[in-house]
């Protein structure tokens, strides 16, 4: 159950009840693909850096070692030793990554594992099977996001489907939900908006899948190669059509002024690679922009990452030590990068959320930008 808190303008603060316990938002959700933070990063590791909610990927973990498998643990949660939510993706997205090795039809879409080629069918059923042996606390609906550009007619066919796949996700796991050895009967489902930057298309998607009371709405098909300003302007166009009662989620988003502009917009949910893949290459996230630790001005420097921060990097280590452990390749360098990362954006997610409580949102958010800006 969602309870609405406050609201700040459009900016909403929310607490999302679940069977693996509360979710303050907004949250950012970090993302760990096959049931692991890239970086050498623990589930102990995560309580330390304040996360909420561990994502992972139901293709991933479906091709590689298997959700059957995975079951036979008792599912995710005892796997890999987290008592937190769990978010898992229905593998829709790879539909789109996986461009070149796939086939859509309406039953759902066949095509070669990235791994070693085997072949592999994935609609709906299969997408909702996997994610209810992996046992997640919320299972994405099986979609399409379909390329930008695309064309009218191809985006509004490709929307549609997704619609008729939505409702036979929901009526499969419903199913699968009362079946006496389902790893967890209370999953939650939320579905997909998808059509590009149709704003016409987004709108009306947003209004039927709406009627389906289900339990978040997520947006699709959004940070896929069209501008910041395209997707904000379909979030100002196709949030308000979404239940304000519901958590909103906005998928693969983003930088932290993507997070900050989306709240503004009424956006609840986040995911994203980039604090993992950013903190992996010695790039980290500062309330003063972000820093490439691999230059040479940060040799000598024995300062933390940002000074007042508490994340197990910058309590301990200096710049210099950890560009010193970067260059040797060492993945203790990658590892301290990663965490301070994560622990800035789920720093920053609890700043936001203190932010629209106390009616200041506007204000924080203007703060926030402009030192980012203006390192």
Known sequence: MYELLKKDGRAKRGRLHTVHGTIETPVFMNVGTVAAIKGAVSTDDLREIKTQVELSNTYHLHVRTGDKLIKQFGGLHKFMHWDKPILTDSGGFQVFSLAKLRKIKEEGVSFASHIDGHKIFMG?????????????????????CPPHPATREYMQDSVDRTTRWLERCRVEMD???????????KQMLFGINQGGTFEDIRVEHAKTISKMN????????????ESHEEMYRILDETVPYLPENKPTYLMGVGTPANILESVDRGVDFFDCVYPTRNGRHGHVYTNFGKLNLFNKKFELDDRPIEEGCQCP????????????LLKAKEMLGMRLC???NLYFYNTMMEEIRDAID?????????????GMENR
Do not use: W
């Open 214 to 225: 289900l339990d978040g709405y997520a947006l699709g098909g959004l940070a896929v190669g």
């Open 175 to 185: 199913r699968l939900n009362s079946l006496e050895d389902t790893v967890n009967p």
């Open 313 to 324: 990097a910058c309590r301990s280590y200096s710049r210099a030590y950890i560009r010193h």
């Open 358 to 370: 106390e009616g200041r949102f506007a204000e924080y958010k203007a703060k926030k930008l402009s």
């Open 338 to 340: 990663v965490l301070h």
């Open 124 to 144: 709906p059923e299969e997408s909702m099977q996997i994610q209810s042996n992996l046992g997640s606390t919320i299972a994405m609906a099986f979609d399409e």
